[in-house]
């Protein structure tokens, strides 16, 4: 759990986590240069369950390297200072995780709560490694608080990593580089409720955000080998189309969507997965109008 002056919501957090139907955890909380209460606070809750390490703000994909490497456990369950974990969450990512072993990372799905405590919706990612990996054409098929994984796998492909200590999307470059070390699968249960800060590094950072995505989900497309040839106007629509900018062209929108259903028919996938139904071959279609 990283955590950058979280005083206000880290309470429910940590009470989430001690509320475990699962007692083997520490509760591991990376301090990247808070200057409130935040850590008396988890202290206090947590006592003897809780460690502190220190990052010294620099960053989240940093602050999220330091945990990693500084934990001593087989798995590591990932959960962000101002979202709460139900009950079974540990108890049932540990059972899945001992019952596959060719699985490096399961996460799942999650409630979506407001700043103030409203319900907004419920996540819908796909289920199976097979949906996943489609799915990351478009964008991250993982809530970031809701995983779990193999420590052991993510150092193996690199650790969570960005350019510097600016906003980046670190999860699903992650999972990109992770992909070649084992399966991956989400849970159908809603395990967290995941706070829809307004206030938050993704939001705040909304353009930047999406021109890395941009880079990282083309990376990802590129290297799956779906398209039988060549397009060489392929890469700058893709880019027009999921990168920073808001306007681009018909043609453009055609390329990248006819590319999305070559990939979408190359692996076929249940209905129930949400691997990559037809509303998203839009999105490149839809950017047009925003």
């Known amino acids: 759990m990283p955590v950058r002056n979280g ?36 202290q206090d809750l947590a006592g003897s369950k809780l460690r502190v390490v220190t990052a010294q703000g620099q960053g989240l994909a940093r602050a999220l390297a330091i945990g990693v490497r500084a934990a001593d456990t087989e798995m590591v369950f990932r959960l962000d200072a101002d979202d709460k974990a139900s009950s079974q969450r540990l108890s049932k990512q540990v059972s899945f995780l001992n019952n596959n072993p060719d ?71 992650l999972w990109c580089r992770l992909a070649s070390r084992g399966l991956m699968a989400n849970l159908s249960e809603r395990l967290v409720d995941y706070h829809a800060n307004e206030s938050g590094l993704a939001l705040a950072n909304k353009e930047i955000m999406r021109s890395h995505t941009s880079d990282i989900s083309w990376d990802w497309f590129s290297s799956q080998g779906f398209l039988k040839s060549k397009n060489p106007n392929l890469k700058e629509a893709w880019h027009a189309c999921f990168g920073s900018n808001l306007s681009i062209s018909r043609q453009e929108a055609l390329v990248v969507t006819r590319a999305l259903i070559q990939a979408r028919t190359s692996i076929p996938q249940k209905f129930n997965d949400h691997g990559l139904r037809f509303t998203h071959f839009m999105i490149p279609v839809t950017r047009m109008w925003r």
Do not use: C
Not at 30 to 35: F, K, L, P, R
Not at 150 to 160: C, E, F, K, P, T
């Open 103 to 173: 699985y490096v990372l399961v996460g799942s799905n999650v409630k979506i709560i407001g700043d103030r405590g409203t319900f907004l919706g419920r996540s819908r990612f796909p289920l199976t490694d097979q949906g996943i990996r489609l799915r990351m054409n478009i964008g991250n098929p993982f809530a970031h608080s809701a995983v779990a994984f193999r420590r052991r796998a993510v150092l193996d492909a690199g650790n969570y990593w960005s350019p510097d200590a600016k906003p980046f999307p670190e999860d699903y470059h």
């Open 7 to 42: 005083a206000q919501w880290i309470q429910s957090a940590i009470e989430s986590v001690l509320r475990q139907d699962y007692a083997n955890f520490e509760i591991l909380l990376v301090d990247d240069g808070s200057t409130d209460d935040s850590i008396l606070i988890a």
